[in-house]
């Protein structure tokens, strides 16, 4: 079940919206096929470990980091293709959360006669898919805000002065956050201050050639017609409240979309509702302290993921979060580190919101 976990992460940057799966078949303790989805619309992960395995399918025991599926989607079902290859045995990490018409690919295959066990590593494989897992459950993508900051947390110098806080080598690291998520999120200040391109330009990532969906919390719809963004390729969702004239976006990739206030600006819960129902599993967050703000105080944050440079920006200087409603001890929000490595001469650090208290 490891090495279908490594498998299935060869899919991170262009399997999504679908799932990451991964697939190992082994015969009387010889590996005999394997293999990971790569792309929506093409081949799963039992298919290509299957084709791999030929007859030697037959009597085998497939490790699969998913349940297999029982719809028939872009692709036909895993399950019946594993019943009709003849397998004995199929060991699943963890259960399918997406189900249709109350199917289930291992009641498919229990009712076939083949055994069926589930749980082998599952923490690992909901870790890796969890984006995935909140948006069948809860219709919400995973939500992580990226920063750069000095060791003394601050973003940037009181004039706005950012470049380069933090290295080479930790901005080139946040190519591979983009190509992993589904959009990336800013404010119109971000927009309008440092004029971000917001795209995965990294040559020694492979995508396939996708994009994330840059989306702009842009209350009044000050968005420029020159920005950077809207002549790259890809898609940018432009979110405003109310009814503005949006006839000139029409000639740009840009989408326009109003949706309801939340003190007065974009209600950003909404928004990725709404990302949600395209499909979007992971957002990255890459904004200034306004935005970043009012999304911690109103809880939609699961995971920071702070670049940390070896450096002192003193007094005169930007904050990472702007939480005018945070006050007091009390109203803290707990987190919990799951991982700090070096990046260059920066620090990464990542750490999980505890939302359960």
């Given at each position: 079940?490891?090495?279908a976990l490594r498998l299935a992460e060869r899919g991170r ?345």
């Amino acid at each position: 079940m490891a090495r279908a976990l490594r498998l299935a992460e060869r899919g991170r940057y262009t399997a999504h919206p679908n799932p990451m799966v991964g697939c190992v078949l082994v015969n009387e303790d010889q590996v005999v096929g394997e293999g990971f989805h790569a792309k929506t619309g093409e081949a799963h992960a039992e298919v290509h470990a299957l084709r791999a395995a030929g007859e030697r399918a037959r009597g085998a025991t497939a490790y699969v980091t998913l349940e297999p599926c029982a719809h028939h989607g872009k692709t036909p079902p895993c399950s019946n293709a594993l019943i009709e290859a003849g397998v004995s045995k199929v060991i699943v990490a963890m259960r399918d959360p997406f189900v249709t018409d109350g199917k289930r690919g291992l009641q498919i295959l229990a009712d076939a006669g083949i055994s069926v066990d589930v749980g082998l590593m599952q923490s690992a494989a909901t870790a890796l898919n969890r984006g995935f897992v909140n948006r069948v459950t809860l219709q919400r993508p995973w939500v992580r805000v990226k920063l750069a900051a000095s060791i003394d947390g601050a973003i940037a110098m009181a004039s706005g002065e950012s470049q380069w806080i933090t290295g080479a080598a930790a901005r080139a690291d946040v190519q591979r956050l983009r190509a992993c998520s589904g959009a990336v999120m800013t404010g119109i200040g971000t927009v309008l201050a440092d004029d971000p391109s917001l795209n995965v330009r990294a040559a020694d990532i492979e995508t396939g050639g996708l994009q994330p969906l840059r989306v702009v919390i842009d209350s009044r719809l000050r968005m420029p017609l020159a920005a950077s963004m809207l002549a790259l390729p890809g898609r940018t969702l432009i979110c405003c409240t109310g009814s503005p004239d949006a006839r000139d976006f029409k000639k740009t990739n840009a989408e326009v979309v109003s949706f309801s206030a939340h003190d007065g600006r974009v209600d950003v819960d909404a928004v990725l509702q709404e990302l949600a129902a395209r499909g979007v599993n992971d957002v990255l967050v890459e904004a200034g302290p306004g935005l970043a703000g009012h999304c911690l105080e109103r809880g939609l944050v699961d995971e920071l993921v702070i670049y940390q440079a070896p450096s002192v920006l003193g007094s005169q200087t930007i904050r990472m979060f702007d939480t005018p409603a945070m006050t007091s001890l009390a109203d803290r929000k707990s987190l919990t580190i799951t991982d700090v490595r070096r990046i260059g001469s920066d620090t990464r650090i990542t750490a999980a919101f505890n939302k359960s208290e």
